[in-house]
T-cell receptor, first 111, second 113 residues
Framework: DAKTTQPPSMDCAEGRAANLPCNHSTISGNEYVYWYRQIHSQGPQYIIHGLKNNETNEMASLIITEDRKSSTLILPHATLRDTAVYYCIVRAYGQGGKLIFGQGTELSVKP | NAGVTQTPKFQVLKTGQSMTLQCAQDMNHEYMSWYRQDPGMGLRLIHYSVGAGITDQGEVPNGYNVSRSTTEDFPLRLLSAAPSQTSVYFC????????????FGPGTRLTVL
């Protein structure tokens, strides 16, 4: 399974864009990049996923480098409610396609 | 839809006691899984199931049993609780298909004394 590396913590001012990086240099050609977040004490919440093209939904944008070795999750206008731990996950192979969570990035959005 | 539900929300056990954590989903998802989360750590996969009657081990299966007799339910059993099993437990489900998102339940906070 490809491993991911994320900074342990980041700060962002409310209303500004939050850019969360993730390194996945050993990703295989047909493995997807997923992002989940976990707001304090709650179950993780799916945000977005992608293979090689940039993706956007109502929550965030995902930018994947051309060599696919890294990606960036962008929250365009961060709010206090976006304070959470953000997990970058490369989709594990095997029966059931289980998700392997790393340590994630703790994002603090400050007023 | 209620989504993924878990009961109980909180539980305190004594060492050696047994109990079952309940998980149910009403989205007709075939894939279900159990994770545990210890303080300051990410989630670790305990067991998962790709459909009724089929289960498999995850990263940390020791001390836990599962069964899947229906599509809706995926209970997690602790046969003889140990303090090392003090954790928050999350259940998740998703549709079959390799790249579909997972839906997580609200969690069960378990303390073993």
């Amino acid at each position: 399974d490809a491993k991911t590396t994320q900074p342990p913590s980041m700060d962002c001012a409310e209303g500004r864009a939050a850019n969360l990086p993730c390194n996945h240099s050993t990703i295989s050609g047909n493995e997807y990049v997923y992002w989940y977040r976990q707001i304090h004490s709650q179950g993780p919440q799916y945000i977005i996923h992608g293979l090689k093209n940039n993706e956007t939904n109502e929550m965030a944008s995902l930018i994947i480098t051309e060599d696919r070795k890294s990606s960036t999750l962008i929250l365009p206008h961060a709010t206090l409610r976006d304070t959470a731990v953000y997990y970058c996950i490369v989709r594990a192979y095997g029966q059931g396609g289980k998700l392997i969570f790393g340590q994630g990035t703790e994002l603090s959005v400050k007023p | 839809n209620a989504g993924v539900t878990q009961t109980p929300k909180f539980q305190v056990l004594k060492t050696g006691q047994s109990m079952t954590l309940q998980c149910a989903q009403d989205m007709n998802h075939e894939y279900m899984s159990w994770y545990r989360q210890d303080p300051g750590m990410g989630l670790r996969l305990i067991h998962y199931s790709v459909g009724a009657g089929i289960t498999d081990q995850g990263e940390v299966p020791n001390g836990y049993n599962v069964s899947r007799s229906t599509t809706e339910d995926f209970p997690l059993r602790l046969l003889s609780a140990a303090p090392s099993q003090t954790s928050v437990y999350f259940c998740a489900s998703r549709q079959t298909g390799t790249y579909n998102e997972q839906f997580f339940g609200p969690g069960t906070r378990l303390t073993v004394l």
